[in-house]
T-cell receptor, first 114, second 115 residues
Framework: SQTIHQWPATLVQPVGSPLSLECTVE??????LYWYRQAAGRGLQLLFY??????ISSEVPQNLSASRPQDRQFILSSKKLLLSDSGFYLC?????????????FGSGTRLTVV | QQQVKQSPQSLIVQKGGISIINCAYENTAFDYFPWYQQFPGKGPALLIA?????SEKKEGRFTISFNKSAKQFSLHIMDSQPGDSATYFC??????????????FGGGTRVLVKP
């Protein structure tokens, strides 16, 4: 069966510090991968998606970047965090191809920038 | 055209009552409509989904009603229980070769079931 792992679960970082959040998927090949951010009490904002190694698309301009160094690994990064980067970050995967399945989300990372 | 509008933003229902959440979309190319349930501090989990070739799908106490001509779909939670208290998101999907099956989410509905 497929599983998605996301870490860390919580993170408190000072303004101006770097960020690296990691997401890995097991039990599937060539998944579509997604990074979402959810502000407190708000909806889901798509940040990045990837349909293959090294292929990253950005949905909104921001202080963050994403990379996909391996087929089932998706990393969200920042060189210098801003207060506005605080939020709940969610990684998700979906099956590639024409089956149009829904997403499976990870358990999320609660990031607080202080 | 990519928007999915969800209402209400929040609702309170008594235990045993019916919770109804509505969503509307514009893009007729959407071909997959899932609902997600999210508990505080957790990632959303797929609850139930429907394709536009059927008008209703039921799984346990959860039912999706789909109206293709009106471009609307809704989630009904029958016999609501306190454990159903969560935030619910509707979504719509379209297959895009360069982006996989890209989901567009509604804004979410916070449901509180009172005992």
């Amino acid at each position: 069966s497929q599983t998605i792992h996301q870490w860390p679960a919580t993170l408190v970082q000072p303004v101006g510090s770097p960020l690296s959040l990691e997401c890995t998927v097991e039990g599937t090949s060539n998944p579509n991968l997604y990074w979402y951010r959810q502000a407190a009490g708000r909806g889901l904002q798509l940040l990045f998606y990837s349909v293959g190694i090294g292929q990253i698309s950005s949905e909104v301009p921001q202080n963050l970047s994403a990379s996909r160094p391996q087929d089932r690994q998706f990393i969200l990064s920042s060189k210098k965090l801003l207060l506005s980067d605080s939020g709940f970050y969610l990684c998700a995967w979906s099956a590639a191809g024409g089956t149009n399945y829904g997403y499976t989300f990870g358990s999320g990372t609660r990031l607080t920038v202080v | 055209q990519q928007q999915v509008k969800q209402s209400p933003q929040s609702l309170i229902v008594q235990k045993g009552g019916i919770s109804i959440i509505n969503c509307a979309y514009e893009n007729t190319a959407f071909d997959y409509f899932p609902w997600y349930q999210q508990f505080p501090g957790k990632g959303p989990a797929l609850l139930i989904a429907i394709r536009p070739d059927v008008s209703e799908k039921k799984e346990g106490r959860f039912t999706i009603s789909f109206n293709k001509s009106a471009k609307q779909f809704s989630l009904h939670i029958m016999d609501s229980q306190p454990g159903d208290s969560a935030t619910y998101f509707c979504a719509a999907s379209i297959e895009i070769k360069a982006a996989g099956n890209k989901l567009t989410f509604g804004g979410g509905t916070r449901v509180l079931v009172k005992p």
